[in-house]
Nanobody
Framework: VQLQASGGGLVQPGGSLRLSCGVS????????VGWYRQAPGKRRELVAS???????NYVNSVKGRFTISRDNDKNTVYLQMNSLKSEDTGVYLC???????????????WGKGTLVTVSS
């Protein structure tokens, strides 16, 4: 399984970005994908996750601002980020596993991250 994250960049506070995670390789029909954030000097944090069955979870700090979604035909998971704050800055990585529990434990496959910088 290979994952490719894209869509990061520099944005002002209050702005928006949409990240994409393309998944290729052997893809089981039952799976889950998560977006993690690695901020400087902080632990890697699971920001949002989505299962193939439609179960969605968010960390409290992004609820109401971020939306995770998936297009199964394109094998792509998106993270729409609105009302961005400076504390959202970090490298965003996607993780794929056969189960939501595996994603939440960070056990799955990782792709290279995409850098999001929120700054004026």
């Amino acid at each position: 399984v290979q994952l490719q994250a894209s869509g990061g960049g520099l944005v002002q506070p209050g702005g928006s970005l949409r990240l994409s995670c393309g998944v290729s390789g052997i893809i089981f029909s039952v799976n889950a994908v998560g977006w993690y954030r690695q901020a400087p000097g902080k632990r890697r944090e699971l920001v949002a996750s989505i299962s193939s069955g439609g179960i969605i979870n968010y960390v409290n700090s992004v609820k109401g601002r971020f939306t995770i979604s998936r297009d199964n035909d394109k094998n792509t998971v998106y993270l729409q980020m609105n009302s961005l704050k400076s504390e959202d800055t970090g490298v965003y990585l996607c993780n794929w596993d056969r189960s939501l529990g595996g994603v939440e434990a960070g056990r799955g496959y990782w792709g290279k991250g995409t850098l999001v910088t929120v700054s004026s």
